[in-house]
């Protein structure tokens, strides 16, 4: 069977974002990018089940510029046999991506599409959900436990408060949370061996275009500096500012 | 094996990686149990650093030397320990099998030696052959189609964790000097052989050095690195390309060094002012980073050099007298930026303080190193 995992290139977790001065976005020039870590939970999930013998192909599609073959790279190091890149500048919308994404389903026909619940630039946390919609196929978001057999699934979802197990048939999109695994280190053997691994380059028309924009950025704020704390003298002190203060206790 | 500039970032991003998330964490308590855990020793060869300068063919890297010196740096960022965990396997360990072995004893030991199921020593120093290391006394006698070793090595690096020891032994005892050692690939399981207890350092907790004892050990014949007398020629060759990897560990721990300062030298104030907008503690970053630059760059230009083919005999004892030496100024510095706090274990830096002094002392102390400069420089006449 094939799994496709679609892969974002976002800034590294470990940048601290600044707003650009006109608080249009964040300000991206010259700072440090990496897989989105959600994404990269998804690599894994999607190598460990071909490492079980469950998967035979996993193909990592990104849809982003010219350097998000990097990204794909990365993928390919931890394991995954094939790359697809849909390269544009625009950034764009995800159910553009969405919409783009079920096309590259159409075309390569997996029976398992895995990808992170969320990317960490913008939040969204709508892709895979879009997806399934378009593909009017089942959907387990917020995977913390993947089981595959023949034709189904069974995902643990972390929800409220608890875990709720589900069993999708396939073909099924799975969104990986943050439990779901610990993403390995790729080898430096398998990175050299990701040189020989193809990445296709596409463009968005290969694929049915970019959607129309329905979402504007209108501002882009930095989160409110925190104000210095107090220092207290003694334990009671702290509980009686706990109580009276802060309202906690 | 060269790589284009996006293995290469890949590569070094992923080490810089793996330095700061599983490593630099632990630093501590490596350095408190005087032990690395297993679990990170596995992790270390699942990543392949144990195969960095094995040949593809036998399931290493093979990196070029300049990879090899930038992969070094990155792992200086972090307690040198780590380093030495796998270094052997990367240098004098591994390196006289590689460049003079044979097929079949390359295709017997490589494979595992890439992988790190099997720790390599390289075991040449002797109580009375330490700088004047051609004076190897342990004796190798051929007795058929073995050789019976019977002598004792000191301080050798990863002994207590080896499968496999490169030992210099001598094989004519009518030869004084290099001409009668030869140099042979002995199996840590053979009867005879025996290991010290670890010796207690002055730094670098985690990596252990022992003595290691020979008595009527058995060598197979075929088990000869080299021909007989060659011995010291291979000794030689290892370490020339050793000192490459040195000066550029001594580089990345610099540079260690020098991010620790400036991040205490802006958070620590006095008299008003963060430390770091006195001009004193300025001059102590100016020069540290100056120095630092120029150790990196003559270990990259020496690795480049040799990677083309050139002999760099001159310029890598160079760079190891110079990049050690210059690694000892800077951790000083260090500590006298830190204050106190330089003094006081928690703060990390008192301990890189006491792990880069051995990178003056092995491999050829910096006075050897100083007579190897001035006998090459002599002999090309400037
Ligand atoms: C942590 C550690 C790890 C080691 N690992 C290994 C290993 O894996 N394998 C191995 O074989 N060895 C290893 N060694 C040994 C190391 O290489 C030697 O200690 C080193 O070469 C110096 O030899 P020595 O200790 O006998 O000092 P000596 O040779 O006795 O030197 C003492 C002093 O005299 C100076 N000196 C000596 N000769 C001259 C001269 N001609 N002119 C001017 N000055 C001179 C030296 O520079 C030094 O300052 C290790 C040592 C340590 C401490």
Known sequence: MKILVPVKRVLDYNVKARVKSDQSGVDLANVKMAMNPFCEIAVEEAVRLKEKGLAEEIVAVSVGPTPAQETIRTALAMGADRGLLIQTDADPEPLAVAKMLKAVVEAEGPSLVIMGKQAIDGDNNAVGQMLAALLDWPQATFASKVELSAGSVRVTREVDGGLQTLELDLPAVVTADLRLNEPRYASLPNIMKAKKKTIDIKSPDDFGGLAVAHLTVKKVTEPPKRTAGVKVETAAELVSKLKTEAGVI | ?382
């Open chain 2, 1 to 382: 094996m060269a790589f284009d500039a996006e293995t290469r970032s890949q590569l070094l991003e992923t080490i810089r990686r793996f330095v700061s998330e599983r490593l630099r964490p632990i630093e501590a308590q490596v350095a408190e149990a005087d032990a690395i855990p297993d679990e990170i020793l596995d992790e270390m060869k699942a990543l392949g650093l144990y195969g960095l300068s094995i040949p593809e063919a036998y399931g290493g890297l093979d990196l070029a030397m300049e990879d090899e010196c930038l992969v070094a740096m990155e792992l200086g960022r972090t307690s040198p320990a780590f380093r030495s965990a796998f270094g052997t396997n990367v240098g004098i360990g591994s390196q006289g099998l590689v460049m003079f072995g044979t097929e079949a004893q390359k295709a017997r030991w490589l494979p595992r030696i890439a992988t790190g199921e099997i720790v390599t020593s390289f075991a040449l120093t002797e109580a009375e052959a330490g700088s004047d290391s051609a004076a190897v006394q342990t004796r190798a006698r051929r007795e058929g189609d073995v050789y019976v070793l019977d002598g004792a090595k000191r301080y050798i690096t990863n002994a207590n964790r080896a499968g496999l020891f490169t030992v210099m032994a001598r094989t004519n005892p009518d030869a004084k000097g290099a001409a009668g050692v030869s140099a042979f690939l002995v199996p840590s399981d053979l009867p005879g052989l025996s290991i010290g207890k670890p010796e207690k350092k002055m730094g670098q907790q985690g990596a252990h050095i022992c003595d290691v004892i020979f008595d009527g050990v058995r060598v197979p014949a075929e088990n000869r690195l080299g021909a007989e007398g060659e011995g010291f020629k291979v000794a030689m060759q290892v370490l020339d390309r050793g000192r490459l990897h040195i000066s550029a560990v001594c580089v990345g721990v610099a540079e260690r060094l020098i991010a620790d300062a400036v991040a205490y030298a802006s958070e620590r104030r006095q008299f008003g002012a963060a430390i770091a907008s006195f001009q004193l503690i300025q001059a102590m970053i100016a020069d540290s980073k100056t120095e630092a630059l120029a150790a990196r760059a003559l270990t990259l230009e020496t690795a480049r050099q040799r990677d083309a083919g050139a002999s760099v005999t001159l310029e890598a004892s160079a760079a190891k007298l110079f990049a050690s030496e210059m690694v000892g100024r800077v951790a000083d510095r260090v500590v006298q930026i830190f204050g106190g706090a330089g003094y006081i274990a928690d703060y990390g830096v008192e301990r890189l303080y006491r792990d880069v002094r051995i990178f003056r002392i092995y491999e050829g102390t910096s006075q050897v190193q100083q007579l190897i400069v001035a006998r090459e420089t002599l002999k090309r006449g400037g």
